[in-house]
């Protein structure tokens, strides 16, 4: 069984109708809808919960952390992002969704600004798989459609993924690395660039097989222990 | 000429008679020394000068900044980590010695722990050239020795690097990835292992060759604009 | 179930009384024995069967390859390296041991000349765990050692790996990238060094917990037809 | 000063009325034309000259060679490809374009199909600039337009490369990585997209100054012995 915690600010559904009507109990708990199954388990957490609802306990039982934010990253406070990353570096899954790419904990984690060109004209997206047989692109063919996103344009300030497994084709002239594969130390990260808060994205069929593929490919082989930085003795005792 | 600015937290050469019999002027100066040459012009900047020495104004005018740390890292105040990092994220290169694997600097550009094990034995270390056409190995053979380290162990807590150049095998059975490159949106990153401050390693002919190719390899081909993030106009307008 | 073929030239065994006690039914019913579990099934196939046992048939119902060869590289036929080839870019895994770094099949998939330095003198070897987190180093401590085998020495001429697993080091000096993964359009590879036919390496319990744990990662999420060449439509016709 | 010699197949421009209106002296000559400059001398070969002129002496003297090849990929003799690729990995670069996506040379460094979709609608296509502090960028803006090209669509069946600097978008609907960078042992290779023999591409500026610019990046920095696979000494003599 993965244990996914779902993580969402949760401000815009609390400010605007228009967000309100699209997701009435609040994006997490969509995304937490079509996750469940034989094999997940969720539970949401968001911004205005105790420690942000992401305590030690929370991270220590949770394989997989999807992370949505965009008005209030500022708000998430510093310990917490250390303990999200201490978690993702001991080898929690995790699953940064659109606009969670200027947040502080995938920030953090990437060490570049993690800018891009944006705008919000409501284009259609195509994203292409790039990488058909990885395990987050089964079941997605050469390429699907999105009628209606915010749009993401490069240059985009990341690292060189590990893999760039979607990329996206907008009707207005722009393109951008839409799914891209990472891992820092013993976590792997995945970030995918659909889910803008005003258009019903996560109702999508291909977006929820892809999220799901993600979490079950992020989630952890093996929790180890966080890497010290210990005196360590001498191993080869021939010589000396 | 390319604009070189050696950066040493300079505490051990005045707290150990041992460290400054082998850096009488600190381990900044001797970097500084061996580095100046027709197409390198340098200069050097400490932890206890005004703003640690590094200014908006000296970094702008710094092509490559090189980084000595150790027991005073968590003294290099936050707004000056932030002003070197976003210089880095510029185009400005970073080279970054031995304990300065565990620098504020480093350790937020890479996103990780950037832990490791260590020992100080002084070991023989053997250095392996991994990637023999690379300019920074230009003019080191198949291995060089160091007679004395302090020795570093994997795991290595970095993210995947662009490139091993060096690997270091050391007599006691340890190994470690000596000579890694990264590069970060437009700045150029390179980590070398050798350099403890009891050893006077940087007065070894191959250790400054290879911070002299570093130095020339790290040297931005250009220097952009900070990427940020803006809202922008659609640019292809046939279709609306 | 995971269906394996372990592919050994079988010529060693034949020739020489001392590789023969260490492998009497030849090296791939060594490894076949160890590999066998509820979820791998194994055959073996080798260079005198016809088709060298790597008929079609056999592929298309293989998920991982395991490779062992030496000194008969240059009698596989070009066609069974091409069959084999095929079969990996289109999701069989691939296993390549020790001197199978020469093969012509890893030399195909790698582009490179995959040379080395080595030398027989019975060397201990220390394989050192650099990423933990993989699943192919699942169970492994560390390091652990293996007393007495062939040396490699970098470099080594292959691509960039996606993850350098594990590195090796031996008491003679020299360290070698030992276990690496890279993938090839839909194909994942796993090269692991240990493994000469005059030591009786494969039955260490660590090397054959690293080669059971790379048949679980290499065995193909999906096989998915051969990526074509194809004249496609357009795909958007709002403008034309 | 940097010695290229571009290679061109040279046949659409004998039998293509079209194709010898655009290009009436090959190719080959066009991209000559606007690389000489003062620190680049250039030779061109083709396919009918003996050895498609490209003698061991004629790769010996070039360090950066340019490949175009499209309808007789099939007519290079594979002993003229081994000694580009023994050139290649000895150090000398290499630029593929175009078509030669599919040239038995790329083919046999990648290691992969080299597959791809296809049209020829003559698009307008948008090259955007995904990596702007890349040396082969300089001189680039954040895009620029290409006014009728053949476009090519993912997936691309390629190793994962070093850098992606390019990408392509075309009205049509589809994307490409249009410029990647790969290194194989000691030679870089550079795959450009643009190129297509109906289409005035190589007189467009952007173009030629990413081919310049490539060709400079390209060139080695020094010339290795071809790494071999010997027999070596034991290194450390301390323990026996």
């Not at 969509?30 to 199954?37: M, S």
């Amino acid at each position: 069984m993965i244990k996914v915690t779902v993580w969402n600010e949760y401000a815009h559904e609390k400010e605007s109708e228009k967000v309100a009507s699209i997701y009435p109990r609040g994006i997490h708990n969509a995304i937490a809808d079509f996750l469940r199954c034989d094999d997940i388990e969720v539970r949401t957490a968001t911004l205005d919960d105790p420690e942000c609802g992401l305590t030690e306990d929370v991270l220590n039982d949770t394989d997989v952390l999807i992370w949505w934010g965009h008005i209030r990253h500022g708000d998430v406070p510093d310990n917490v992002v250390n303990r999200v990353r201490k978690s993702v570096l001991k080898g929690m899954g995790l699953i940064v969704l659109h606009s969670g790419h200027h947040s502080k904990i995938f920030r953090a984690l990437m060490g570049t600004s993690c800018n891009l060109s944006w705008r919000e004209d409501g284009d259609l997206e195509r994203i292409w798989t790039i990488n058909p047989a990885h395990p987050i692109a089964k079941g997605i063919g050469r390429y699907f459609e999105l009628d209606g996103v915010e749009t993401y344009a490069e240059p985009f300030g990341i690292p060189e993924p590990d893999e760039v497994v979607f990329m996206g084709w907008y009707e207005g002239g722009e393109l951008f690395r839409s799914g891209c594969t990472f891992h820092r130390e013993n976590g792997r990260i995945f970030y995918f660039q659909p889910g803008h808060e005003t258009f019903p994205i996560f109702y999508n069929e291909n977006v929820q097989t892809i999220i799901r593929n993600a979490v079950r490919w992020a989630a952890p082989v093996l929790r180890i222990p966080e890497l010290d930085c210990p005196n360590v003795q001498r191993v080869h005792n021939v010589n000396k």
